[in-house]
């Protein structure tokens, strides 16, 4: 069936009330001179506002995730004990050369298969200089699933426009959707065996310019790109710092939510397909900045389908989904991605 071209009305929204200023996530950047809270719950934000073309910017030093090493992938104990040490950092499980190509329709069908009249809580964001950002609404799985898919040429005012479903469990929502996402292999063994716990699974599933802002969990996380529109042009870009940063990251105020940082990087795409990351000075504490810009540890990566990046308790991210710069050369502008966060602890020894 050939779906008509989709366009997402207002109506189709119902807007939440703006939750309680402690559950609240702020980026300075994104502040204006009414000084409107962002009310987007959680860590996670929409798309950021691009800065201006004459902005001071300082690049950071970066290093690239390693690729996790064989012992490490396929022995589950020994990645128990990798995962014990306080030497744990970051490191990247490679998508197997045989992986489903079809992952992405595979997701959709899938999806599409639970009543698409089925609420989800979605993020929104359409930037106003006076007024900030849009928060949480609830929206219909079948409308949000049309707008991602859509292909359409957006106009202006659209392309402000972001939904993000974010720490959705659809696990606990979608019938059939653990049949074809599963736990990574790597911590499977270690659950059955009772050597560790999950916490939970959640889903995060948006379009490209979505952003987890700067932020550090209690829990391990082994998070999987299960899906992207067109895996060579879209995936999705981590930055991230390990704990020894968070005096110069966490935020001393009581008002937002203390995981969240105050600090905020932005992507600068290059001419070799990657992307430098920089911060703005004008708009990061003198000392923060001045940490970051000397700090030998600061690591980034762009995760293509398949792969899975595990990120220690902890370590601060920052996650957003990105467009390969390459992929302009090919006229893409709406691409879109699917990962699965599975947050898990080890038992003690």
């Given amino acids: 069936m050939i779906r008509a071209p989709f366009r997402l009305q207002t109506s189709q929204l119902a807007r939440r009330p703006a939750v309680a200023t402690s559950q609240v996530s702020k980026q300075r950047y994104w502040e204006t001179s009414s000084d409107k809270q962002n009310t987007v719950q959680g860590p996670s934000a929409v798309h950021p506002l691009p800065l201006p073309p004459d902005t001071p910017i300082l690049l950071l030093k970066t290093k690239p995730v390693p690729d996790a090493p064989t012992w490490l992938t396929s022995a589950p104990d020994k990645f128990l004990e990798y995962l014990r040490s306080p030497n744990a950092a970051p490191v990247i499980i490679r998508a197997r050369k045989d992986k489903d190509d079809h992952l992405a329709e595979t997701l959709l069908c899938t999806l599409r298969a639970a009543p698409s009249e089925r609420l989800v809580e979605v993020e929104t964001g359409k930037w106003d200089r006076k007024h900030g950002w849009d928060d949480r609404i609830s929206c219909q799985l079948g409308v949000f699933l049309d707008w991602l898919t859509d292909q359409r040429k957006l106009s202006a005012n659209e392309e402000q426009r972001m939904l993000y479903l974010a720490q959705w469990r659809a696990h606990e929502d979608v019938p059939g959707l653990q049949d074809v996402v599963k736990p990574p292999g790597l911590i499977v063994p270690l659950l059955q065996q009772e050597k560790a716990d999950l916490y939970q699974s959640a889903?995060?599933?948006?379009?490209?310019?979505?952003?987890?802002?700067?932020?550090?969990?209690?829990?391990?996380?082994?998070?999987?790109?299960?899906?992207?529109?067109?895996?060579?042009?879209?995936?999705?870009?981590?930055?991230?710092?390990?704990?020894?940063?968070?005096?110069?990251l966490e935020r001393k105020d009581s008002e937002f939510m203390r995981n969240t940082s105050h600090v905020?990087?932005?992507?600068?795409?290059?001419?070799?397909?990657?992307?430098?990351?920089?911060?703005?000075?004008?708009?990061?504490?003198?000392?923060?900045?001045?940490?970051?810009?000397?700090?030998?540890?600061?690591?980034?990566?762009?995760?293509?389908?398949?792969?899975?990046i595990f990120v220690p308790r902890r370590w601060w991210h920052r996650v957003e989904n990105v467009m390969a710069p390459s992929a302009a050369r090919h006229g893409k502008k709406r691409g879109w991605t699917?990962?699965?966060?599975?947050?898990?602890?080890?038992?003690?020894?």
């Fill in 264 to 308: 905020e990087c932005f992507l600068k795409a290059t001419s070799s397909d990657t992307f430098d990351v920089a911060i703005n000075p004008d708009m990061v504490p003198a000392k923060a900045a001045r940490a970051m810009l000397a700090s030998d540890s600061v690591l980034s990566c762009m995760l293509q389908e398949g792969d899975t």
């Fill in 203 to 248: 889903f995060f599933v948006g379009p490209v310019g979505v952003v987890s802002a700067l932020h550090t969990d209690p829990y391990h996380n082994l998070y999987n790109l299960f899906s992207s529109s067109e895996p060579s042009l879209f995936g999705k870009h981590f930055v991230l710092l390990p704990p020894s940063m968070s005096p110069f």
């Fill in 338 to 349: 699917a990962g699965v966060g599975w947050w898990f602890l080890p038992r003690s020894s």
